[in-house]
């Protein structure tokens, strides 16, 4: 996607404008500072050419990945899936909780029935903040469900995202800060075509009124 | 029908409450009730937050209204939310709205999850126990070790880990065709400073003396307790005879070698025997042998330090 | 005239806000920035009435940005328009004395409120 393009510039001010909102419930719900941004966005076609999902995940991933998955079906057809690093979800998931966090505490690496309830909440405000304002803005209206979390490896990862269906995809980097631990992610939206187009309309609709 | 959804709702094991969009109770069910120990009947018919006031949150009022202007379903993690339900169990929370064709109601789920909660508490005070007593047993295994390697009174190497030292200090020099010095010292009159002053004193010394060796060394040398008033300095590195004899006079021209007593002042002094590789000997024991008859001789001829 | 000067890394948002501003207020002279650095240049350059800035922008922060032109001037009037606008970034703002702390997305309402106020404080 051309960077400089007044699309690019549009979209990501949209979903930055979301993420603040979810920052700010995050925020109220932990007591914590957050800071949540997006600080870049992409649109692929996996029909124009193979694309290595892989090379848009989290630059310092090397492990196991968190995923909670939301799909939508109204109005605009996909899946949305939100990545994070797992080893570094522990440490987060602990100041959510505002626990004391200590080293003997992340001595193996798996996740408690309540780690997952925690990351199904954070997964499920930020990714129905984004989805939620982002389609306030550009006027869709959207329909979902919980997200599943679940824990992969790049292996599985790349198997499980795979939509034949939706075969175009939007990635957002996005960069989440709790207190002062930072964590890098990326939010997957796997879109059927009829979908992008939609939303890309609606965007050149925004583009029209606001660049008379 | 609306009977049997009732009992349906009445036989299910979550707390279940249907609220209409003004928020007055419109539902309450019997798992609701023993979560509570509000009855439907007292419920119903009022505002949720006048009948759950631990729900009245800001982010709780405003999910609640993202969730009916938008459609949102909405999550609270027991973890997460302890404040949220004023009960000794922990709840999960799943709100959600519900649409027909003329009403709005939204739905909120109580899902106890106390049981899990509990279990993974326990279990991580058992890793927290499992990894405190392996950090104990890790300390022991190193006090094992000192014990084995290191003299208990002075803190320094000790005959066993000498013979280790040296030898690997020894292939060293070999293999890199370099010299290694061997210096032999033992503390001048250490017996009768022992008989006449006892034994809590001779201590004292032996660990002044140590501490005199480590100090006029060098940083690479290595300073032993080869045995009672015996002591070895392994030194690695040494350019000729003239690396030793510096270190030796730094040993005995130190104006603190001094032990103060209550009312007396021992001085200290050191006789010390030098040997070196390969001129000396090509083996520890060799080396050990002419650095030891070299001290002899220092004593004999009330020298400070004798070399070959 | 007034001289109004608008620090924001969206263009999108840039022009969002202008078009807003023109449509309640004539006689105001806008200026923009594409973050805090180039925000701090243009008001030295241009020293404005008023400043609206976004918090979250590349090289310099709003909240830099805005310290940085109160040393220079105390009483300087800003408004800040952010994404976010939870209580511990707002309590933090708020201290530098900004005349206004906004929440995007900006709309009439918030835009008539901006103009409001700059009307209000105009010739101090």
Known sequence: ?212 | MYNCCCEVLNSVNEGIIIVKENLEVYSWNSYMEYITNIKGSSAIGNNLYTVLPSLNKNYFKKTVHNILNDGYTMFFSAAMHRDLMDTEENYNIKISKIQDKNNTFMLLEFHNVTGQMAQIKQLKKYIKELYNVNKELKKKEKVIENLAYYDQLTGIANRTLFYILAEKYLQNAKRNGSLLGIMFIDIDKFKSINDTYGHQIGDKIIIKAANILKEATRESDIVVRYGGDEFIVILPNIKDISDCKIVASKINNRTGNIVYMKDKEIKLSFSMGISIYPNDGDNIDKLIGKADKAMYIAKRNDEDVHYY | MVKVLIVDDSIFSQKVSANLIRKYMNNVELTFANNGEEGIERYEEIKPDFIITDLLMPKLSGQELIRSIKAQDKSAKIIVVSADIQKNIREEVEAYNVLAFLNKPLQDEKAQIICNLIRENMNE
């Open chain 1, 1 to 212: 996607m051309n960077k400089s393009s007044i699309r690019y510039d549009i979209l990501k001010e949209v979903f930055n404008i979301s993420a603040g909102k979810a920052a700010n419930l995050l925020s109220e719900i932990t007591g914590k500072k957050i800071i949540l941004k997006i600080p870049d966005v992409t649109i692929l076609d996996r029909t124009k050419s193979n694309i290595e999902l892989t090379d848009y995940l989290p630059i310092k991933f090397s492990g196991a990945l968190m995923v909670s998955t939301i799909s939508f079906k109204e109005n605009l057809a996909g899946k949305a899936n939100l990545i994070f690093p797992a080893e570094k979800m522990k440490t987060f998931i602990q100041l959510c909780l505002n626990e004391e966090v200590y080293d003997e505490d992340n001595l193996s690496l798996d996740f408690t029935d309540i780690d997952f309830d925690v990351i199904r909440e954070i997964g499920n405000i930020i990714l129905n903040c984004i989805l939620g304002e982002t389609s306030n803005l550009l006027d869709i209206k959207l329909q979902y469900s919980l997200p599943e979390v679940k824990v992969y490896n790049q292996i599985t990862f790349t198997k499980a995202i795979y939509e034949k269906e939706y075969q175009h995809i939007l990635v957002l980097f996005i960069t989440f800060i709790i207190d002062n631990t930072e964590i890098e992610g990326t939010i997957i939206v796997d879109l059927a075509l009829q979908s992008l187009n939609e939303l890309l309309r609606k965007i050149d609709l925004i583009e029209a009124d606001t660049y008379v």
